[in-house]
């Protein structure tokens, strides 16, 4: 029985990935939004020591970056364009330079998990999310390619023949 414990602890923690900070201040007062995200006033990255951060403005939850920054091969810095979403308790987070959209899975106070999906196609520059019916839309930076994002099977569908969740 204690073997059988041992992998069922092994299991669960191998299927959260990196686990990362997340400061959340808000955790039941919204379940889904859309951070506006228009060209340049995309929120950006800022420094805070040698943690690279974006703040959700309108909740103040903190997302730490140096971990995705870390995967992303990207160098943290101040003025990272990110655009960021929260849809039915996840965090999305997408940015310049971006070769994934990253989802944080909240597991306690401060505390996240860590997943990520590759994106749907190359060139998507700073994309756009959208949350309609708690369902993430991702638009292209040009306009010219939408995705909806399946929570069951956590890929991207193209927007335009998608039926997601049915």
């Not at 340049?40 to 800022?46: D, G, M, T, V």
Request: charged share 25%; aromatic share 8%; hydrophobic share 40%.
């Amino acid at each position: 029985m204690k073997f059988f414990s041992i992998i069922i602890v092994a299991v669960l923690m191998a299927s959260c990935g990196t686990v990362t900070r997340l400061d959340q201040t808000c955790i039941t007062c919204v379940s889904s939004q859309r951070i506006a995200c228009q060209g340049p006033e995309c929120p950006a990255s800022f420094m805070n020591g040698a943690s690279c951060l974006v703040t959700m403005v309108e909740t103040g939850e903190n997302i730490y970056l140096n971990d995705i920054l870390k995967e992303e091969k990207i160098t943290p810095r101040d003025g990272i364009r990110i655009t960021l979403a929260k849809v039915n308790g996840r965090y999305y987070v997408a940015g310049e330079s971006f070769t994934k959209v990253w989802y944080l899975i909240p597991r306690k106070k401060n505390e996240a998990c860590l997943k990520s999906v590759e994106m749907p196609a190359a060139n998507m520059g700073v994309v756009t999310f959208e949350v309609f019916d708690n369902q993430l839309k991702m638009i292209s930076e040009n306009k010219e390619m939408e995705f909806l994002f399946d929570d069951d099977d956590n890929e991207w569908h193209n927007a335009k023949s998608a039926k997601i969740g049915g």
